[in-house]
């Protein structure tokens, strides 16, 4: 996530076609990511902003899809409170459906 706001930024200051050492290795280590993530990318998005959109879903899925793969319930401090709410009212609506199913009541 931090190589591609990197090269975001890196992207505001330089040219695509830079000879700078630095840029070159920022493309060697993005370009694989970039050209991997095409499907997941919205046409609307402006070549220079794709490593900050992709910087932006590697974010989502850290805060969100992670903890709740892991088997982690909580979902950490970065987590929206709305967010929260909603996933909590998920989780114990669920589980009233899998009591309600196991019960017969």
């Known amino acids: 996530m931090l190589i591609l706001i990197l090269k975001f930024v890196l992207n505001i200051f330089t ?17 694989p990511i970039i050209n991997l993530s095409t499907k997941l990318t919205p046409e609307f ?25 892991v088997g982690h319930t909580y979902l950490g ?15 114990s609506s669920i589980l009233n459906i899998a009591l309600y199913l196991n019960y017969g009541i």
């Open 15 to 31: 040219n695509e076609v830079s000879n700078a050492i630095v840029f070159r290795f920022f493309n060697k280590l993005t370009k």
């Open 45 to 69: 998005i402006v070549k220079p902003i794709v490593p900050l959109y992709l910087a932006w879903l590697v974010l989502m899925v850290r805060i969100y899809l992670l903890p709740l793969l």
């Open 77 to 91: 401090k970065f987590a929206f409170l709305f967010e929260k709410d909603l996933i909590t009212l998920i989780n």
